[in-house]
């Protein structure tokens, strides 16, 4: 037998961190889980599986689903045409989608959503491909030898399910490969998730493999005695999802697995973020680094859409004109990747972490050397008299510094602070015994004076 394993495919989900795409390609993102669940249903097709499971959350929630409804109905009935059953439990956010009230009554008859009062069991055999048996059949397939699946199952009562499913799940079919769906955030009662259980309760029912949806992120629990794991989402759905997302495809027997399941992409559209350091690029550097970092994500997404954040990130001469272009960054960083706009856009372009080019050039001149070469003096000699006193040249009480100089490092310690979150290696307190002191405060406050300086 071979059956797919999937879950959380929120068809028609709404997209987040789109405002910035065009209108054309915000509307081929926002498509991407449609997509994505149309690839599965032809490999379905094409490889002629037996069954498939959805572990929850085929649709996203209470919105307008009418169109969401029907098209997925259409894909339902492509693999019941062909013969293929499809068994479905509802998650937290079928539950939050009203269109359900009628949804069975209108689902194929190879179409099975499971029970949401109490656990449910369906018997496949493929002696007798495309039908669901009964239990007295599934016998009788088992009385001839040949492979049974005991697929069993419940979905959500209400949206905020907190109660343990798995409780109630019955006791495995001897001489069958035993199946488990459940829509569930694991760790048990104490993680306060959807459906808790744990590990433990799971292995107690001694099924051969749990199909669990509600983590995006797929995920091997265990491998024995039973197989555990998420199968993930089939398409992310923004840029903190940037792993490949798909299905699990699994070959078995009456007595077990035959391999490991094997994970089969069907994402249509990838996330990326990428972090680029501008210290010491040009213009033409930039570009040259945009198209390939553009061209290695292509190269790697194996021709699905793109979907790119980037991060700037160093210090740069061109500092001032991104930010003057800063609600266009997209449209300029275009113009560096003319023959790649068609697959890739540029999601958000962050310069957050972005300064002026470094500040050492600000002080090489004018007014801002002389301030440093004086202060870099008073330094130096607050060190010499400090060292004299150390070396009893001078009393231990004498003062080093005059009051206004003590009152000119106390301000400039306060304006530091005020501007930045100072590093951990600050001092609490202004510490009139140690020369390095000042000079690791004077190193900051040139970096900041410098920053806010050469802001616009």
Same mark, same amino acid.
């Given at each position: 037998?071979?059956?797919? %394993?999937? *879950? ?36 379905? !097709? ?32 492509? !693999?019941?045409? *062909? ?24 689902? $194929? ?22 039908? /669901?048996?009964?239990?007295?059949? &599934?016998? #009788? ?37 035993? /199946? ?13 998730? @959807? ?11 001694? @099924? ?7 983590? %995006? ?23 903190? #999802? ?15 697995? /035959? ?31 945009? %198209? ?24 740069? $001469?061109?500092? %001032? ?5 800063? #609600?266009?960054?997209?449209? @300029? ?103 390095? &002191?000042?000079?690791? !405060? ?15």
């Amino acid at each position: 037998m071979k059956f797919i %394993h999937t *879950a959380d495919l929120h068809i028609d989900s709404p997209m987040k961190g789109l405002s910035k795409l065009s209108k054309e390609l915000a509307e081929k993102v926002k498509r991407a889980t449609r997509q994505a669940f149309a690839n599965l249903v032809e490999f379905a !097709l094409n490889e002629r599986v037996d069954f498939i499971l959805i572990a929850g959350d085929l649709f996203d929630g209470d919105w307008d689903q009418v169109a969401s409804g029907k098209w997925i109905l259409d894909q339902l009935k492509r !693999l019941n045409d *062909a013969e293929i059953p499809v068994f479905i439990v509802y998650g937290n956010h079928d539950k939050k989608c009203s269109l359900l009230k009628n949804w069975t009554n209108v689902l $194929p008859e190879r179409v099975k959503v499971l029970a949401q009062d109490q656990p449910q069991t369906f018997y496949y055999s493929p002696h007798f491909p495309g039908q /669901i048996l009964d239990y007295k059949r &599934m016998q #009788e397939a088992r009385g001839q030898g040949h492979d049974v699946a005991a697929i069993s199952g419940r979905s959500y009562p209400l949206w905020d399910c907190r109660d343990d499913l798995v409780l109630d799940y019955p006791a495995p079919t001897p001489n069958a490969f035993n /199946i488990g769906i459940l829509h569930t955030g694991l760790g048990g009662a104490a993680a306060q998730a @959807y459906a808790p259980t744990d590990v433990d309760e799971l292995n107690a029912k001694g @099924y051969h493999y749990w199909a669990l949806g509600h983590q %995006h992120l797929r995920e091997t629990i265990q491998t024995q005695p039973s197989w555990i794991g998420y199968s993930g989402s089939v398409q992310a759905r923004h840029v903190n #999802e940037r792993e490949p997302k798909g299905f699990y495809l699994v070959e078995c027997n009456s007595h077990g697995m /035959i391999a490991e399941p094997n994970f089969i992409p069907c994402d249509c559209v990838r996330w990326e973020l990428v972090s680029l350091d501008l210290t010491g690029l040009t213009e033409d550097d930039l570009t040259a680094r945009t %198209h390939e970092i553009c061209a290695r994500l292509l190269d790697k997404n194996q021709g699905r859409f793109v979907v790119l954040r980037l991060e700037l990130t160093g210090r740069t $001469p061109m500092y %001032h004109t991104l930010c003057q272009q800063r #609600e266009k960054l997209a449209d @300029y960083f275009d113009t560096m990747i003319p023959d790649m706009v068609d697959d890739l856009a540029f999601e958000q372009i962050k310069i957050d972490q972005l300064k002026p080019e470094t500040s050492e050039h600000f002080w090489e001149s004018g007014i801002f050397k002389s301030i440093d070469a004086l202060i870099q003096d008073k330094i130096n000699g607050y060190a010499e008299m400090c060292a004299a006193r150390q070396s009893g040249l001078l009393e231990p009480s004498a003062k080093v510094l005059s009051a206004e100089d003590e009152k000119i490092c106390k301000d400039l310690k306060n304006a530091v602070n005020k501007t930045e979150k100072p590093p951990k290696s600050f001092d609490a307190v202004v510490d009139f015994s140690d020369p390095e &002191m000042f000079l690791r !405060l004077w190193e900051r406050a040139r970096e900041t004076l410098a920053d806010v300086f050469t802001q616009d």
